[in-house]
């Protein structure tokens, strides 16, 4: 996997605007790519690091040989940092966004459509930052109890302008399309699902980590995003703490816990 460096866009005047999306309000991740053919991700966080720039605000920039995380995402399995990205109020609201840099040997005619004046070395370009963005929204849906299998957590900008949730984009799925690649949001999804799933993909000690392994002893211990989930299954008994009828009683370790969520979630 590419080298995940911290590069906050300060000066964009939505990374100041004090607004951030809640673990309950958020819906998952969007995928993007950029328009035009330049694969160097600090081009585009240039760019966006200014006080005038209102146009968007991305969370990360996928590129070929390293991913930019542009704004808080991956520090708190709580909150992540708002920055509108889909162009309408929902997808800005529920879905934070992330854009893979496009390659070199391309340009652009009209629209979505290019010319490309070396194949081989634009699909090698995309393979990689495909791969690099599978690692990176596999961290995402780890961190914040998001199984990438379920409707709507991970979407495409193109996915979003047909539920009418973002603007009519066709990005990433034209440059795949075109670049004669096999990729499909669809396949995307399924790699994402298979990455957390590899036995290599994190250490036991990384996924503790990244789950807060506490001992969780009452309801109330629970951080407030395991919570809407862990209620009807407390209700229901299939977490009980085995002290009679206290209905708050769990007495878990918050990896057991995640793990009979996921569980939850994939027999719905």
Excluded at 63 to 72: E, S
Excluded at 185 to 213: C, P, S
Excluded at 227 to 244: F, H, M, Q, S, W
């Amino acid at each position: 996997m590419a080298e995940i460096i911290t590069r906050y866009i300060t000066k964009n005047p939505y990374f100041n605007d004090g607004k951030y999306i809640f673990v309950q309000n958020l819906d998952g991740y969007m995928l993007h790519s950029v328009g035009v053919d330049q694969p160097d991700p600090l081009v585009f966080i240039n760019s966006w690091d200014k006080p005038n720039y209102t146009n968007a605000g991305l969370n990360g920039v996928i590129g070929a040989d390293a991913i930019y995380i542009t704004a808080p995402c991956l520090d708190s399995a709580s909150k992540v940092k708002r920055m509108p990205h889909g162009g309408k109020t929902y997808s800005n609201d529920h879905y934070i966004g992330f854009e893979m840099t496009e390659p070199a040997e391309i340009e652009y005619v009209g629209g979505d459509r290019f010319t490309v004046t070396n194949l081989a070395a634009a699909q090698a370009h995309v393979r990689k930052t495909y791969a690099n963005a599978v690692e990176l929204f596999a961290k995402l849906c780890v961190k914040h109890g998001k199984d990438p299998l379920q409707p709507g957590v991970i979407i495409s900008h193109n996915e979003a302008g047909k539920k009418g949730i973002g603007t009519t984009h066709s990005d990433p799925e034209h440059l795949w399309t075109q670049l004669k690649l096999p990729f499909t949001m669809n396949g995307f999804r399924q790699d994402v699902w298979n990455k957390i799933h590899k036995e290599d993909y994190m250490t036991q000690a990384e996924i503790l980590k990244e789950l807060g392994d506490q001992f969780i002893e009452r309801f109330e211990d629970l951080p407030e995003w395991a919570k809407p989930e862990v209620r009807p299954l407390l209700d229901a008994g299939y977490i009980n703490g085995g002290t009679g009828n206290d209905p708050d009683d769990i007495r878990m370790y918050m990896s057991d816990i995640k793990t009979i969520i996921v569980c939850a979630r994939m027999m719905k």
